[in-house]
């Protein structure tokens, strides 16, 4: 993807004098998040391309069951390994 490339060769030159650049968070509800989170810049640039490219599937229902069911499988990929 063009759009990933030409922003990690930006954080990759720009580190080199800012060393702390990709631990840098920057607090913020990019994107339409429902909440305000510490991001770091590799990741709201990961986010903007995504969003970007991404759009929602119309003929999807979004209800409070499928969000939950949704909530439960990442839950239970993120457990997995603990």
């Known amino acids: ?3 990933v490339s030409a922003g990690d ?3 990759i030159l720009m580190a080199r004098s800012t060393r ?3 631990e840098r968070r920057i ?3 990019p994107f339409g998040a429902t909440e ?3 991001w770091s810049l590799p990741a709201l640039g990961i986010a903007r ?3 970007a490219l991404l759009e929602p ?3 999807v229902v979004r209800d409070i069951g499928r969000v939950a069911a949704g909530q439960e499988v990442i839950a ?3 457990m997995s390994g603990t």
């Open 49 to 51: 391309v995504a969003a």
């Open 27 to 29: 607090h913020a509800q």
């Open 76 to 78: 239970s990929l993120t």
């Open 36 to 38: 305000a989170a510490d």
């Open 57 to 59: 599937d119309p003929t």
């Open 1 to 3: 993807m063009p759009l």
């Open 20 to 22: 702390d650049l990709a």
């Open 9 to 11: 060769r930006v954080l």
